[in-house]
């Protein structure tokens, strides 16, 4: 599976922003997915995952009721809504898959990883 994160850019505090995760490979379906964030000097951190059916989603807790995990199975892509944007919420966003549960906020238990995209939000 080949990942491929799009839809960062610089949005003002209280914006919005749509990043999207394009997947090759018919498996993709049927594997759970995560966003993560990564800043300088940090451990990449799990912001939002969705199981294979798009029924569970889970999300940190500082990111909840702002952003939304979506996907669209047919278009092999997820989505990550991102609402009331912070200037904390700037950091690289990645997507990644996995085979088994869904919901796993160890980016080590996920095998296939996107290039990220950076999300900046302005004060």
């Known amino acids: 599976v080949q990942l491929q994160a799009s839809g960062g850019g610089l949005v003002q505090a209280g914006g919005s922003l749509r990043l999207s995760c394009a997947a090759s490979g018919r498996a993709f379906s049927t594997y759970a997915v995560g966003w993560f964030r990564q800043t300088p000097g940090k451990e990449r951190e799990f912001v939002a995952g969705?199981?294979?059916?798009?029924?569970?989603?889970y999300y940190t807790d500082s990111v909840k009721g702002r952003f939304t995990i979506s996907r669209e199975n047919a278009k092999n892509t997820v989505y990550l809504q991102m609402n009331s944007l912070k200037p904390e919420d700037t950091a690289v966003y990645y997507c990644a898959t996995r085979g088994g549960v869904s919901g796993e906020r160890d980016p080590s238990r996920y095998n296939y990883w996107g290039q990220g995209t950076l999300v900046t939000v302005s004060s």
């Open positions: 969705i199981s294979w059916s798009g029924v569970n989603t």
